[in-house]
């Protein structure tokens, strides 16, 4: 697949950025912004799921909608990942939960597993949505992916708000069959390994810590 979609040339998309990286926006805000433009990026990663024909009885006659055909997985990474699963539910209160532990060694920049809690996928029809608002070298996701496709994930889209170009080309360099969705594609890393412009640290914007 190997594809970025990106959603910053829409005018709601920037607006909720510019709240977001304002180093003048309190944890608050960037938490509801952060939880907004999770909703745009899961509308436009939602959009080429597979789908079923419902009928439905409504009050006045029979009709059909479209409902999705899988199961739908919410995988966050943690911490900053929680900052976009609360969204998924609330949009789509049938999907199911995994967790992903993980935090950046900060002289390293390598990917440090504390955690899971997945099922295994191989047994149903599965859409895995992995969620973390920041991909800078791209450590972190590709360690995430590597776990869910041990656990018999092969549907896997990576859900984020701020992209790093390095991290895109880890991630496809790796694994060339992921999708990602994002609000903003940035300019680089820079040498300590954060993305600029960026928003600085995102779980401890997200958490106040
Ligand atoms: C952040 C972010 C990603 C990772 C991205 O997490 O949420 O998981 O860094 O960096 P990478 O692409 O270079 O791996 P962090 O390590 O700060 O942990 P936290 O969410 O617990 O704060
Ligand atoms: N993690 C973050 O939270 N921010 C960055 O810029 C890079 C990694």
């Known amino acids: 697949m190997s594809q970025v979609i990106e959603l910053k040339s829409h005018p709601l998309v ?3 950025l510019a ?3 304002s180093k003048d926006t309190d944890s608050q805000r960037f938490r509801e912004s952060a939880q907004r433009l999770s909703s ?3 509308m436009a990663a939602t959009e080429s799921l597979n789908t079923v024909e419902q009928s439905i009885e409504t009050p006045m006659q029979r009709t059909t909608e479209m409902v999705f055909a899988e199961d739908i997985w919410f995988i966050p990474v943690l911490r900053a990942g929680l900052a976009m699963v609360d969204v998924g539910l609330s949009l789509l209160p049938d ?6 532990g993980l935090y950046r060694d900060e002289e390293t920049l390598e990917p440090q597993y504390y955690y899971k809690n997945l099922p295994d996928y191989s047994t149903s029809a599965h859409s895995c949505f992995l969620m973390d ?3 800078a070298t791209g450590g972190s996701a590709c360690a995430a992916i590597e776990l869910l496709k041990s656990q018999g994930a092969s549907d896997i889209r990576l ?3 701020i992209c790093a170009p390095e991290g895109i080309k880890e991630v496809f360099t790796k694994h060339p069959d992921i999708a990602i969705f994002t609000a903003s594609v940035d300019e680089r890393l820079n040498e300590i390994g954060y993305i600029v412009p960026g928003l600085g640290d995102a779980g401890d914007r997200y958490f106040g810590t």
């Open 40 to 42: 745009m990026v899961l």
């Open 95 to 100: 999907a199911h939960v995994g967790f992903v």
């Open 19 to 21: 709240i977001l990286r």
């Open 159 to 161: 859900l984020t708000l």
């Open 14 to 16: 920037s607006h909720n």
């Open 133 to 135: 608002p920041m991909l």
